[in-house]
């Protein structure tokens, strides 16, 4: 699907860019435009990728409908990474969290449409299935634009993933424990009876290429991931560590944070089909030509929600999934 064909990673600077990039570039692309506004972090992941030719770094900011639109200029396919991420800074500064997360979303789709670009998928997060804070609300605020944009007098199709939790990306509660049981001999959790989805990053990747290839445009793909306590999580690393005597400190609930976190709403369950064993789809409320025609074979799903807080992990389980993604 991707040989001989453009492609342009908003935001691709991060962990999922660059697998994102490594898994794209054996699908022997065109190019891959790399659109972000972190000068430091292009020149690393250039090096990473030893100056690949097919790699093309631009500086730029999806707040700025121009640079994009000249990004986007003979692209095929847009993966829209780019947004302010963590819970925190968002509900500091919501305003550039609005900025970033919903008018640059536009911007990408505004962009996209003015390119005639053939597909735009977008990443989000089980932050925006019922936000609790300003940055599932603006998530959940780009889905709905992404969704829309399909309404709209265009070629160009949307799609949204939205997943949970993926390990070892940057600021990475994994990263966050281990340098604490290393560095302060214990380990920070907010409340012991958090749960977070999980899944690997190379996981991720290919159920956003699967997504990218057999959506129809207007869907919102939901991966089907495990989920764990926050605390066993932190115990299987402390074992894996070797040290002893580490301890486990309580530190309250931040601003906006779930005990469970959720991939898919009470709401959205009544219009979400079982696509297969790795995916829900949500159906959106709007109406776009020929999409519930296309799913109306698939079953309705038979939950009421799907949030983090059931069907947990062991101990052994989220020992053996960091072990797969090389992080013990």
């Not at 290839?213 to 926050?230: D, H, Q």
């Not at 030509?289 to 807080?309: A, F, M, Q, V, W």
Request: proline content about 3%; glycine content about 8%.
């Amino acid at each position: 699907m991707f040989s001989n064909q453009t492609v342009l990673v908003t935001g691709g600077t991060g962990s999922w860019g660059y697998e994102l990039v490594r898994q794209l570039l054996k699908e022997n692309p065109k190019e891959i435009r790399i659109f972000t506004r972190n000068e430091s972090n292009q020149f690393t992941m250039k090096q990473e990728f030893d100056n690949h030719p097919k790699l093309h770094f631009i500086i730029g900011d999806i707040k700025e409908k121009d640079a994009l639109i000249e990004a986007c200029c003979d692209v095929d396919f847009i993966f829209h990474l780019a947004a302010l991420k963590h819970v925190p800074v968002c509900e500091d500064q919501p305003i550039e969290a609005l900025k970033t997360n919903v008018i640059g979303t536009q911007n990408v789709i505004d962009a996209a449409i003015t390119c005639n670009v053939h597909r735009v998928v977008y990443i989000s997060t089980d932050k925006a299935a019922n936000p609790s804070n300003f940055y599932g609300l603006s998530k959940a605020m780009g889905e709905r634009l992404i969704i829309h944009a399909n309404t709209l007098k265009t070629n160009t199709r949307f799609v949204c993933i939205r997943g949970g939790n993926v390990l070892g990306t940057n600021g990475s509660v994994i990263h966050v424990f281990k340098r604490q049981i290393q560095e302060k001999q214990k380990v920070g959790i907010t409340d012991l009876n958090m749960t977070r989805f999980f899944l690997t990053l190379q996981d991720a990747i290919k159920l956003v290429f699967k997504a990218t290839i057999e959506s129809l445009g207007g869907e919102i793909f939901v991966m089907k991931m495990p989920a764990c306590k926050i605390v066993d999580l932190a115990q299987v690393l402390i074992e894996a560590s070797g040290k002893e005597n580490i301890e486990i400190e309580e530190l309250g609930i931040r601003p906006g944070e779930k005990i469970n976190e959720l991939l898919l709403s009470k709401y959205e369950s009544k219009t979400t089909i079982a696509y297969d064993d790795e995916y829900f789809v949500i159906l959106p409320s709007i109406h776009i030509p020929g999409l519930k025609e296309h799913y109306s074979n698939y079953k309705p799903i038979n939950l009421e929600s799907y949030h983090s807080g059931t069907g947990l992990m062991s101990q052994n389980e989220i020992k053996e999934m960091l072990m797969k993604g090389g992080f013990i």
